[in-house]
């Protein structure tokens, strides 16, 4: 009865997970450009950024192409409306790991002590980015909400590098431009937790129809 | 978000049974209808929502073989009830149908006809309510200067909201919409919507619709019927987001079969 709309939704859900593994291999690479201190690494990041700017207006053509001819409702609606929340989310990214990278291509050489723990951070939200985009395609909630608690941890991994770099400030002021670089990085890393936060949200609008930080549906 | 408890109910029906014969067209429909809101009645062909819509105004009393068993309470009183006037009944719940149907004579005399039956002979009286109906069906400006010719006259869209000026000269306090943009372009269509939501300010609108764009445009609230059962009733936004039922889901989003 409505092959042709499932099969468009279907492609829909394709895009999704390709904008979610492209996410993982650009936070991926500039983590381990930052590990390894490769500006080589650093920069096969920018053309991951550009192609989830190019994944983002293909899927925005889908979604908007979908809402004109197929008007949908119920959970398709909210399926593809879900999808064009998290794009945004993704692209930025997308963004954030090539702000990283930056940073790796311009820093200074030297001692790195909070690589290790950078590293952490970068695992935690690889997994989240991973888990909360599988979440939408599975129609999973209970993953989605492990994402969104896996959040804290981010959050607390950040914390710890900010007082670490504390330490390295008070100790040799001449290490002030490397503790900022490594600030910002760890600022982008929790931006991502953030973004994958908000993608679970997503997820579990996409499901229930109801999102975390405000009623959608009143009129 | 509304509650259709929450709002003052017009009409109501409780555990209503309607048989054609042997055909069970409604089963145990109970149904609160909020005043001065639209209602939008939807489901797959053959699920009664037709049907039920006609009992709200005994619409159905002459079909051969009926057999009503429930009720239906208009402002608290049973209409199937045995001392009920019929007549009286229609002039509060009015309908417009599918098709539009004016009667083949004068615009005047098709909007005039309602009140003259109730006994309004007064001509200026009649004038008057000739007016104040087609403007209420925002129809006045296009008929105002020929009145006196036939209804049959005018175009499709013209004629439904000439019947809808029709249904009000009675002034009634439901409005019952079977199908009535189904045979309408899309301008006639917006028009009478519009015209709807104007009307609901002062009248409570039950539509039958085949359009769920419509039912979501226009409707406060939306009742889906399958095989002679409401499956569900709702505000429209809820029904059309996140149904309750997964057999509304299937429908609304076309899955169904």
């Not at chain 2, 615009?107 to 309510?129: C, F, K, M, Q, V």
Request: hydrophobic residues 40%.
């Amino acid at each position: 009865m409505r092959t042709d709309f499932d099969r468009q939704l279907r492609l829909l859900g394709g895009e999704m997970r390709e904008m979610g593994v492209l996410c993982q291999e650009a936070i991926a690479l500039a983590a381990k450009a930052l590990s390894e201190d490769s500006r080589e690494l650093a920069a096969r990041v920018p053309p991951i950024s550009a192609a989830l700017d190019q994944k983002e207006r293909d899927v925005e053509n889908i979604c908007l192409k979908l809402l004109l001819r197929q008007q949908p409702v119920a959970g398709d609606l909210r399926q593809i409306s879900a999808a064009l929340k998290m794009i945004t989310d993704m692209e930025r990214i997308g963004d954030q790991a090539e702000d990283i990278a930056e940073i790796v291509s311009s820093m200074a050489p030297g001692p790195r002590p909070e690589t290790e723990l950078l590293g952490h951070m970068a695992r935690a939200v690889i997994q989240m980015v991973t888990d909360s985009v599988d979440a939408y395609l599975r129609q999973d909630t209970e993953l989605a909400a492990q994402v969104i608690a896996r959040d804290e941890l981010v959050d607390g991994y950040f914390e710890k590098v900010k007082k670490s770099l504390v330490d390295i400030i008070v100790a040799g002021p001449d290490l002030g431009g490397y503790a900022l670089d490594m600030l910002m990085t760890g600022k982008y890393f929790e931006r991502i937790g953030d973004h994958a936060t908000n993608i679970a949200e997503w997820a579990i609008y996409s499901v229930t129809g109801e999102h975390r930080s405000e009623e959608l549906t009143s009129g | 978000m509304c509650d259709s408890h929450t709002e003052k109910s017009v009409i109501r029906s409780e555990k209503l049974n309607l048989y054609y014969g042997e055909n069970h067209a409604l089963k145990d429909v109970s149904l609160d209808i909020p005043a001065h809101r639209i209602s939008a009645l939807i489901g797959p062909s053959g699920c009664g929502k037709s049907t039920f819509l006609k009992t709200l105004n005994r619409m159905n009393d002459l079909v051969p073989g009926v057999r009503i068993e429930g009720q239906v309470l208009y402002k608290g009183q049973d209409i199937y009830g045995k001392d009920v006037d019929v007549t009286g009944l229609r002039k509060e719940i009015g309908m417009v149908f599918q098709k539009a149907n004016p009667f083949p004579m004068s615009i005047y005399d098709n909007i005039a006809y309602g009140p003259r039956t109730h006994g309004i002979r007064s001509r200026a009286r009649l004038d008057e309510i000739v007016e104040r109906s087609l403007r209420d069906a925002a129809i006045w400006d296009e008929v105002k200067d020929r009145l006196n010719k036939s209804a049959l006259g005018l175009s499709g869209g013209q004629q439904q909201r000439i019947c809808i000026a029709r249904a009000l000269a009675v002034e009634p306090q439901v409005l019952l919409m079977d199908e009535s943009t189904s045979a309408l372009d899309p301008i006639s269509t917006s028009k009478i919507e519009e015209l709807a939501m104007e009307l609901k300010n002062r009248y409570t609108v039950i539509m039958v619709t085949h359009n769920m764009q419509q039912a979501l445009r226009i409707s406060d609230y939306t009742a889906f019927f399958l095989l002679g059962e409401l499956v569900e009733f709702g505000d429209t936004q809820t029904i059309f987001s996140r149904p309750a039922h997964k057999r509304t889901e299937a429908y609304i989003t076309g899955r169904f079969g």
